[in-house]
């Protein structure tokens, strides 16, 4: 469920399954918004995403998510705390926090790369998303919960999307069989699906650019990324 590094700006690449984790993640999102509103709470869904923050992005963008939060753009808890004040403040009785499970502080990404290691692996709650709930709780004084679709985004149904665009991959992936053209993967450039040369993209994470198009739609529609 991730975007592999693309030949230049205008190359990008997705693998099936996206769009259906999409599609999960953003009706969990929608679901949240009624018991939010209710209950006059903050809550803060952690989608999957350990290194990148497409998923997080996507599906807070969809599902109308008030802040969000990935491994790419470290979050500063005052900003989040700012932007759910605001909001009370606007006469807005709840916020909801869409927050990829690799998200970082601002302080914790200062820090070496060995000493980042330890203080994620030192954090006292189960997960990042526990330790920013506590945290907007405890100054803001709003009630505020976490849910964790966890592996629910993995399962079920494809969508017709990704039916579809696996069916596309699994011919190209036997014609290059049949001429035995190996050492590539099949991959959809520019809605074509070509093959790639695996030396190109083994290993390599395509990251949320802090100055994709994506993030600047999030960024007009008035959606904080806790900077």
Not at 8 to 19: A, I, L
Not at 70 to 90: F, Q
Not at 124 to 141: F, L, N, V, W
Not at 166 to 185: C, P, Q
Request: aromatic share 6%; charged share 25%; with cysteine.
């Amino acid at each position: 469920l991730r975007m592999s590094r693309g030949l230049g700006d205008v190359y990008k690449r997705q693998t099936f399954g996206f769009h259906t984790a999409v599609d999960i993640a953003t009706d969990v999102i929608d679901r949240i918004h009624t018991t939010a509103g209710s209950h006059s709470r903050v809550m803060c869904i952690e989608i999957m995403g350990n290194k990148a923050g497409w998923l997080t992005l996507y599906s807070g963008i969809a599902g109308g998510a008030d802040i969000i939060l990935i491994p790419e753009i470290p979050y500063d808890i005052n900003s989040v705390v700012k932007t759910i004040k605001s909001r009370t403040a606007g006469g807005k009785n709840f916020s909801i926090l869409a927050v990829a499970e690799g998200a970082i502080s601002k302080e914790i990404a200062a820090l070496p790369k060995k000493q980042r290691k330890a203080a994620v692996a030192e954090m006292k709650y189960p997960s990042i998303s526990y330790q920013i709930a506590h945290d907007i709780e405890e100054a803001t004084g709003q009630e505020t919960r976490v849910t964790v679709p966890g592996h629910f985004q993995r399962g079920g149904s494809p969508d017709a999307y990704d039916r579809v665009i696996s069916t596309r991959f699994g011919v190209k992936a036997a014609e290059l069989i049949i001429n035995k053209d190996y050492g590539k993967m099949v991959a959809l450039v520019n809605n074509k699906v070509v093959a790639v040369p695996l030396k190109d993209i083994a290993g390599k994470l395509k990251s949320v650019p802090k100055d994709s198009e994506v993030v600047e739609t999030a960024r007009k529609m008035g959606i904080s990324f806790g900077e």
